[in-house]
């Protein structure tokens, strides 16, 4: 399995010399099986520079939302798969209790919003709700699960061949309690993170600024670490970064972070290009 991290900027995209180390795209992850399958991770906006790298001769993608809100597809309509004829393209999304996906996702990909409907798109494709019972896409193997992040919203944890990676990029874990739940049955996201070798996971605010935005959905990395470290986790990757931290803001609360806690797993900074291969459990930067 690869990985690699096309947009890890979270609410507002955030282009600029002040981010250009950590980049400024919102969310967006590649998983690649070793058969080719290729999953693509929400559609934030850094979904259109994934989409420049896939050929025409691509059989078949799938991109997985975790929820609808826009940072996490504000990219699709210019995710170039779509804009090709007869590609097979299958979207899938956060079960819902009121309406199917495609009339959610048609409220962004549709006028005043964006010039083309779904039904205009030149390309195959289907719209699915995420089973919330494990399934398979080619040889990988999926359970979603809804998380605590407001409107209904999954993460996603994916293996093959013994590696696993969750993705929990909005997510709050500790909402009501303050601290992560001593029983993991009254932990969110737990059953998902259990155990991966590499969890990809919202770190928004530092500790100081969570009292402030308790149930806007997200994590003070702290809790993010502590989340992790009570499901067993061997690699943490800090992601959904505050549209209003710097690369210096963010290289200061990932190294307090590590200084602070004692914990076994490896954290490593969020960063747009990283790539991570299962074989060796191993990481490379590309920008």
Same mark, same amino acid.
């Given at each position: 399995?690869?990985?690699?991290?096309?947009?890890?900027?979270?609410?507002?995209?955030?282009?600029?010399?002040?981010?250009?180390?950590?980049?400024?795209?919102?969310?967006?992850?590649?998983?690649?099986?070793?058969?080719?399958?290729?999953?693509?991770?929400?559609?934030?906006?850094?979904?259109?520079? +994934? =989409?420049?790298?896939? /050929? $025409?001769?691509?059989?078949? #993608?799938?991109?997985?939302?975790? @929820?609808?809100?826009?940072?996490?597809?504000?990219?699709?309509?210019?995710?170039?798969?779509?804009?090709?004829?007869?590609?097979?393209?299958?979207?899938?999304?956060?079960?819902?209790?009121?309406?199917?996906?495609?009339?959610?996702?048609?409220?962004?990909?549709?006028?005043?919003?964006?010039?083309?409907?779904?039904?205009?798109?030149?390309?195959?494709?289907?719209?699915?709700?995420?089973?919330?019972?494990?399934?398979?896409?080619?040889?990988?193997?999926?359970?979603?699960?809804?998380?605590?992040?407001?409107?209904?919203? +999954? =993460?996603?944890?994916? /293996? $093959?061949?013994?590696?696993? #990676?969750?993705?929990?990029?909005? @997510?709050?874990?500790?909402?009501?309690?303050?601290?992560?739940?001593?029983?993991?049955?009254?932990?969110?996201?737990?059953?998902?993170?259990?155990?991966?070798?590499?969890?990809?996971?919202?770190?928004?605010?530092?500790?100081?600024?969570?009292?402030?935005?308790?149930?806007?959905?997200?994590?003070?990395?702290?809790?993010?670490?502590?989340?992790?470290?009570?499901?067993?986790?061997?690699?943490?990757?800090?992601?959904?970064?505050?549209?209003?931290?710097?690369?210096?803001?963010?290289?200061?609360?990932?190294?307090?972070?590590?200084m602070a806690l004692d914990l076994e797993m490896e954290i490593v900074?969020?960063?747009?290009?990283?790539?991570?291969?299962?074989?060796?459990?191993?990481?490379?930067?590309?920008?």
């Amino acid at each position: 399995m690869k990985i690699r991290l096309w947009g890890t900027r979270g609410s507002l995209a955030t282009p600029g010399p002040e981010t250009v180390r950590y980049g400024g795209n919102t969310s967006c992850v590649e998983v690649v099986g070793e058969d080719g399958t290729r999953l693509v991770l929400d559609a934030g906006t850094g979904i259109r520079r +994934l =989409g420049a790298t896939l /050929s $025409e001769e691509s059989s078949r #993608v799938d991109v997985l939302l975790t @929820h609808l809100h826009m940072d996490h597809i504000q990219g699709l309509g210019f995710f170039r798969p779509l804009d090709q004829p007869g590609q097979d393209v299958r979207v899938w999304g956060p079960p819902s209790s009121t309406q199917d996906l495609g009339t959610r996702l048609g409220r962004y990909l549709s006028p005043p919003l964006f010039p083309v409907r779904l039904k205009e798109l030149p390309c195959r494709l289907t719209l699915h709700e995420a089973p919330l019972e494990p399934f398979e896409i080619g040889a990988l193997r999926i359970e979603a699960a809804l998380v605590c992040h407001p409107g209904p919203t +999954l =993460g996603y944890r994916i /293996s $093959e061949n013994g590696f696993t #990676v969750a993705y929990i990029p909005d @997510h709050e874990p500790v909402l009501g309690a303050g601290c992560i739940a001593k029983d993991r049955e009254w932990i969110s996201g737990f059953e998902l993170a259990e155990g991966a070798d590499l969890l990809i996971h919202d770190s928004q605010y530092s500790l100081a600024e969570y009292p402030a935005r308790v149930g806007w959905g997200h994590s003070a990395l702290s809790h993010a670490l502590q989340f992790a470290d009570k499901a067993g986790v061997r690699r943490f990757v800090t992601f959904h970064h505050d549209p209003d931290r710097d690369d210096d803001a963010l290289d200061r609360m990932v190294n307090e972070a590590r200084m602070a806690l004692d914990l076994e797993m490896e954290i490593v900074a969020g960063t747009e290009g990283l790539q991570f291969e299962s074989e060796s459990v191993a990481f490379s930067a590309t920008m």
